[in-house]
Nanobody, 122 residues
Framework: VQLQASGGGLVQPGDSLRLSCAAS????????MAWFRQAPGKERRFVAA????????YYADSVEGRVTISRDNTKNTATLQVNDLKPEDTALYLC????????????????WGQGTLVTVSS
């Protein structure tokens, strides 16, 4: 599967963004999907994940309550809605896919998109 993330940009604190991850290739519904983010000079960190059918979701403590992950298997798309953005949310946001049950570690995901940059600044 090939992944293409989009939807990032420069926003102000308190704004919302909807990030999308478009998958090409067959069998999108066979993959768990996740979002990670990587701030400049820092390690890549888990943000959210969703199971193959979308019946279970998982969130990092640092974003829970502000972030919603969803997917549409008919459109081969996974989405991350981020509300009340803060400067510390500034990062490259990457989507990832795995044929296994969602995990919070990067090594669990063999497939990665190129990322979309989110910058939160006043």
């Amino acid at each position: 599967v090939q992944l293409q993330a989009s939807g990032g940009g420069l926003v102000q604190p308190g704004d919302s963004l909807r990030l999308s991850c478009a998958a090409s290739g067959s069998g999108f519904g066979d993959f768990a999907m996740a979002w990670f983010r990587q701030a400049p000079g820092k390690e890549r960190r888990f943000v959210a994940a969703i199971t193959m059918k979308g019946d279970n979701t998982y969130y990092a403590d640092s974003v829970e309550g502000r972030v919603t992950i969803s997917r549409d298997n008919t459109k081969n798309t996974a989405t991350l809605q981020v509300n009340d953005l803060k400067p510390e949310d500034t990062a490259l946001y990457l989507c990832a896919a795995s044929r296994s049950y969602p995990r919070v570690t990067t090594v669990a995901y063999p497939y990665w998109g190129q990322g979309t940059l989110v910058t939160v600044s006043s």
